[in-house]
């Protein structure tokens, strides 16, 4: 057997970590079927994080209601086939296989006969297909997509009216669950509405939360708060024209399968004081119009190490506030709330956590204790709320946390960091990488540069661990080393070639780094949803990317022909390694969760994932709703 298989058999083979078990969804098989030019047809489907040691499966061809199985022996190796005598075949589910004991079928998938399911959305004029999420939101084991309709999205910078944020959810057959308008009093832009949509009280069926506002409609049409509100600020020709600066702020928690708002609190923090948000994050100072009080990032974290809590948080320059709070038993309870503080210019008396926030976050367990950090750009938050540490690298627009360096200990942060007018004189490294327990600096480039983006991932099989680049200065191993030529774009990676090695995304395309070339050479192009005159930033991320279908590799969420539908991607390039879904290891999961907040940052899992990776441990999981999560394992309910 090759030594690549036995890699991924060993796997199985780990005994589970001693420590808490986190509650995570159950998950079908989600096996999926596309035939191929030659007309054989490509099979995939998950390994489960729940799944016993050492299951195989079986393959079965649907035709004419009759099942047949494909392959001669129990497929032990990875979670994929290529039937080369499909026949007439209709469809195709699998079997697990436990101690010689084969389950019930999977739900069968039906053949595709492109590499993408369409997925119609319900259009609206002047709106285009935004940021998406992925839950199972009516507890079947299948996710849907949950997705950000956009109009008119304003920057914090610039004033003016917007559209009202809309939030669909969607089957992926295209049945349309439930819409939820957010309203006039809720601005658009990527700045403001962070969705979280996650599984929060173990039930089995996600839910939604994000901040709402007076005139919010929920998915069953109910308003919350007094529908004739109208709080945007009409002082044209002025700055805060086009704002929302007064009036109530709320949390909500929706009803996944239903839309229906289940609980309303006040959204922590308020605004007030709106001139209180500044710092020497970014360019520093402050604004009194409502850029730096309107700036949200949000995650979902393991805060206790068992159950998720729901993280919103205000601000990035300056002044940072994150709220924590619990979804138990219909109650929306406040867990902890961290707050670095107000300061004014010039900022001598600012928290060491003031104005280290950026345009994203992760969540990780970062000090290995089996409970989840946020990780605030170039600040650490511990599950207790408490300051964990500060790097004093300031805001940023990038960030990336992981096991990239397989030769030492631990996780590790890499930050980009922009130094700009008043904060060029700190002389700042723009680029470098920290550990990710104690925020020490490993290394770094380019002080007083100010640099925008910054991707790390495993492209170059020369080197060990993961490679970096973005912003000045060649392709650099994770030490730091700077070893030639590096890719021209910088802002997404993806697993889709079957090989340990990432690829890299951008404008609605996937490359693979050659390296002895030192270019990137297309490997996949997806139809171009508005043509060849899009946009500057069109296409440069997608709307999501996640391990939502199939095997443990990525897909690519993208807009359809004129926007009027959802595009699913999934590669059906043949793969030699077996993994467990990487949505049943707790960091890439949670990755997903937050993917839509801000400036989108690609997943991470916990455990260095690439070329001569070393056994990753199995996923310390419980899966919500015990008995079904079993049946689900075997069954494909």
Known sequence: MPARRLLALAWLLLPGISSAQREMEALDRGVVAVRQPEGKVFVSWRLLGNDPDGTAFNLYRIAAGKETRVNPEPLAGPTQF??????SAEG?????????????????????STNFIEIPIQTIENYRPGDASAADLDGDGEYEIILHQVSGGRDNSFNGITGTPILDAYKLDGTHLWRIDLGINIREGEHYTQFMVYDLDGDGRAELVCKTADGTKDGTGKILGDKDKDWRNKEEGTQRYGRILSGQEFLTVFDGKTGAALKTVDYIPTRDPIDGWGGLGGNGGTDSYGNRCDRFLAGVAYLDGVHPSVVMCRGVYGRIVIAAWDWRGGELRSRWVFDSGISHPPF??????????????????????????????????????????????????AIQVSDF??????????????????????QTPGAGLHDARTGKPLWSHSPGVDISDGVVADID???????????????????????????????????????????????????KWDWKAGREEKIFGADLPYGEGRGRFMGMRPNLAADLIGDWR??????????????LYTSTIPTGHRLVTLMHDPQYRLSIAWQNVSYNKPPHPSFFLGKDMKVPPRPTIKIAGKA?????AGKGE
């Open 461 to 511: 099989p020369r080197h060990p661990g993961a490679e970096v680049w973005g912003g000045p200065g060649e392709l650099r191993t994770i030490k730091g080393e700077e070893i030639g030529a590096r890719p021209r774009l910088s802002d997404w990676v993806i697993w889709w070639d079957g090989d340990l090695l990432r690829e890299i995304y951008g404008g609605f395309s996937v490359f």
């Open 554 to 567: 990525e897909e690519l969420l993208l807009p359809g022909p004129d926007g009027k539908s959802l595009r």
């Open 628 to 632: 079904k999560a079993q049946s689900m």
């Open 82 to 87: 290529i039937d080369a005598e499909p026949g």
């Open 92 to 112: 195709y589910a699998v079997r697990s296989i436990d101690n010689g004991r084969e389950g019930e079928a999977s739900k069968p998938a039906k053949i595709l």
């Open 348 to 397: 001598t008396d600012a928290s060491p956590y003031s104005g280290m926030g950026g345009h994203a976050l992760s969540i990780a367990d970062v000090d290995g204790d089996g409970k989840d950090e946020i990780v605030y750009q170039a600040m650490t938050v511990d599950d207790n709320g408490k300051g964990l540490y500060s790097t004093g690298r300031r805001h940023g627009d």
């Open 405 to 426: 360096d397989p030769e030492r200990g631990g996780l590790e942060l890499y930050l980009v960091t922009e130094n700009e007018d008043d904060t060029v004189r700190f």
